[in-house]
């Protein structure tokens, strides 16, 4: 508690170096992301360039950015959702919300993979669902082809493409179509993702989305996205 507002939530460290907080003041709440050590803060700055040239209704906007003794203090509207790994209204969803949240990922995703970013660490953890699906914690995306320097990315392996877990493999457009198929497949069947008999027009899209070779996949998001909306218009579903 503090004279100018209040926090209201610790929602602790994250593996990155960066710890977060819900701080309400004048009425309104805000998510609050700041740096602990040096990886967060290399974090911290990595997720404002992605938000400066990025900007799309399903990607929770960065609204402020104060410079603390840790470095970045990043700011962003509160909302009031669950994370997808813990919702059960995803579960409980008719199938017309599904392919809507769906469509809601893939399509902020086309716009990150038009910016020149490839996305790490995507997973159901930074998925929030409410009414509609919101992305945050865009804080290890990259710009592509990111080199990969480690033994494999940070993440839910349930999410990662074979090429994370290569040192020196090259990660992409084809690395976040994996990812998004996974999460095509998360959001048909939360949380395990097995195969979608929910709704079996996209299971062809998805197996060709998780092609274990990255030269099956479709070659870009809006690729993946032209063939998901074909699957779609095959079904008689029309994309919302």
Not at 107 to 115: C, L, P, S, T
Not at 208 to 223: G, H, K, L, N
Request: contains cysteine.
């Amino acid at each position: 508690m503090t004279a100018e507002g209040k926090v209201f939530a610790d929602l602790g460290d994250g593996e990155f170096g960066c710890r977060a907080a819900g701080f309400e003041r004048d009425g309104s709440r805000y998510f609050v992301k700041f740096a602990v050590h040096e990886m967060g803060v290399a974090s911290q700055r990595r997720a404002i360039t992605v938000h400066e040239q990025v900007q799309h209704p399903a990607l929770i906007p960065l609204i402020q950015v104060l410079e603390g003794d840790r470095g970045p203090i990043l700011v962003f509207p509160w909302c009031d959702a669950s994370p997808l790994r813990q919702s059960q209204r995803m579960r409980q969803a008719p199938l017309s919300d599904v392919i809507r949240a769906i469509r809601d990922v893939i399509d902020v995703h086309r716009v990150i993979d038009e910016a020149g970013f490839v996305s790490i660490d995507l997973y159901d953890g930074n998925l929030l669902y409410r009414d509609r699906v919101f992305l945050i914690d865009v804080d290890e995306y990259r710009p592509a082809p990111f080199r990969l320097d480690t033994p494999r990315t940070l993440g839910s392996t349930r999410f990662m493409a074979p090429e994370e877990f290569h040192q020196g493999a090259w990660l992409d457009s084809r690395t976040m179509v994996f990812q998004l198929g996974r999460a095509m497949a998360v959001l048909l069947d939360p949380p395990r993702g097995e195969y979608p008999d929910r709704c079996p027009a996209l299971g062809p899209v998805i197996r060709q989305a998780t092609a274990p070779d990255p030269e099956a996949r479709y070659p870009t998001v809006a690729d993946l996205t032209a063939g998901l909306d074909a699957a779609l218009a095959r079904a008689g579903l029309s994309p919302p």
